[in-house]
T-cell receptor, first 117, second 107 residues
Framework: QEQMVQSGSEVKKPGASVKVSCKLS????????VHWVRQAPGQGLEWVAM????????VYAQRFQGRVTLTSDTSTSTVYMALSSLTSEDTALFYC??????????WGQGTLITVSS | AIQMTQSPSSLSASIGDTVSITCRAS??????LGWYQQKPGKAPKLLIY???ALQSGVPSRFSGSMSGTDFTLTITGLQPEDFASYYC?????????FGRGTTVDIK
């Protein structure tokens, strides 16, 4: 069964960095872009960034530019999202999702990042 | 960035009702729009892609349509499991943008 499994919850202090993983259990790992979507507590969905795992090309939302970095490891079918200079406003659930023909058809379970002093 | 104006923000309905949710794009996005359902504590789920195509495994009571830059998700014959939040997402260009969401709850 195809699935995307994300790493567990993180608690970080303001100013710190965090790195979240998303492992894809599909043989076609390099065939699909992977996106990250953010959801603050009680709020809606917000697109964060995209990576093409095969060539490493990325696109970032303007508001996260400079603080978010996506990378991929084809040997382990894993995509990573690193977020730096954390503030309390970064407290949110982050989802990875597979892009099939321009739609997000397979989602990870979400990783909660909590930023608190 | 393309703005997606979604309405209503919430609605109350009864089992068996037909409900519609609309997203208006701030510019032409062709049919590059998907609809997603999210239940509390769960990841979103793709319902409709390319504005009107039903994702595999999604019940046929869900349908999507478009007229110009207006997109509509219709649920015909609301079922108990349909009470959730719904979001549109434009994938015409980056940055992809979601609508603000619509919560469908029980009247």
């Amino acid at each position: 069964q195809e699935q995307m499994v994300q790493s567990g919850s993180e608690v970080k202090k303001p100013g710190a960095s965090v790195k979240v993983s998303c492992k894809l259990s599909t043989y076609a790992f390099s065939s699909n872009d992977v996106h990250w979507v953010r959801q603050a507590p009680g709020q809606g969905l917000e697109w964060v960034a995209m990576i093409n795992p095969s060539d490493g090309s990325t696109v970032y939302a303007q508001r996260f530019q400079g603080r978010v970095t996506l990378t991929s490891d084809t040997s382990t079918s894993t995509v990573y999202m690193a977020l730096s200079s954390l503030t309390s406003e970064d407290t949110a659930l982050f989802y990875c999702a597979r892009d099939t023909r321009g739609d997000l058809d397979l989602w990870g379970q979400g990783t909660l990042i909590t930023v608190s002093s | 960035a393309i703005q997606m104006t979604q309405s209503p923000s919430s609605l109350s309905a009864s089992i068996g009702d037909t409900v519609s949710i609309t997203c208006r794009a701030s510019q032409d996005i062709r049919n590059d729009l998907g609809w997603y359902q999210q239940k509390p504590g769960k990841a979103p789920k793709l319902l409709i892609y390319a504005a009107s195509a039903l994702q595999s495994g999604v019940p046929s009571r869900f349908s999507g349509s478009m007229s110009g830059t207006d997109f509509t998700l219709t649920i015909t014959g609301l079922q108990p499991e349909d009470f959730a939040s719904y979001y549109c997402l434009q994938t015409y260009n980056y940055p992809w943008t979601f609508g603000r969401g619509t919560t469908v709850d029980i009247k």
